[in-house]
């Protein structure tokens, strides 16, 4: 017997620095939210505020 665990997420998508910023910006569009851009992009809401949170300490330096 053979049992396969499916989640709904990707297992660790790697994403490219412009990558990340887009999905950072893309949350300060009208009518936008993290979980919004989470559930299109198919990426936990964690991951997208973690982005937030890198790119802000990168740009407060």
Same mark, same amino acid.
Request: glycine fraction near 8%.
């Given at each position: 017997m053979h049992a396969e665990v499916l989640? =709904?997420?990707?297992r660790r998508e790697r994403w490219t620095q412009q990558q990340r910023l887009r999905?950072?910006?893309e949350t300060?569009?009208?009518d936008? !939210?993290?979980s919004r851009l989470a =559930? *299109?992009?198919d990426v936990p809401a964690?991951? *997208?505020v973690s982005f937030m949170t890198n790119?802000? !300490?990168i !740009?407060?330096?």
């Open positions: 989640g =709904r997420f990707k999905m950072v910006g300060f569009l009208p936008n !939210s993290v =559930r *299109v992009q964690w991951e *997208v790119y802000h !300490s !740009s407060a330096m």
